[in-house]
């Protein structure tokens, strides 16, 4: 990963243009104490997709499914 720098100003207001730089949506923002700031992607996730990621039989279990396609079985819903 190359790493460039570009000078960014700040307005009146401390904002600050990210232009083209910003690559993702969402970034978790925080300020060292020698006052760099730092912009690291973030991805918003439920408690439950959390959960589901955490456990590592729950994500073995659906990357097995995943591979195997011509397994799936369609369900019915049934009304209620």
Known sequence: MTTTST????????RASL???ARFDQYMVREEDDGT?????A???TPSEQAFL???????SLARANA????????SRTSK
């Open 43 to 45: 991805v918003i996730m």
């Open 19 to 21: 232009g083209s730089m």
């Open 37 to 41: 700031i730092i912009f690291e992607p």
């Open 68 to 75: 195997h396609p011509e397994r799936r079985r369609t369900r």
């Open 54 to 60: 955490s456990d590592p039989e729950l994500v073995a």
């Open 7 to 14: 000078l960014v100003q700040i307005d009146t207001r401390k």
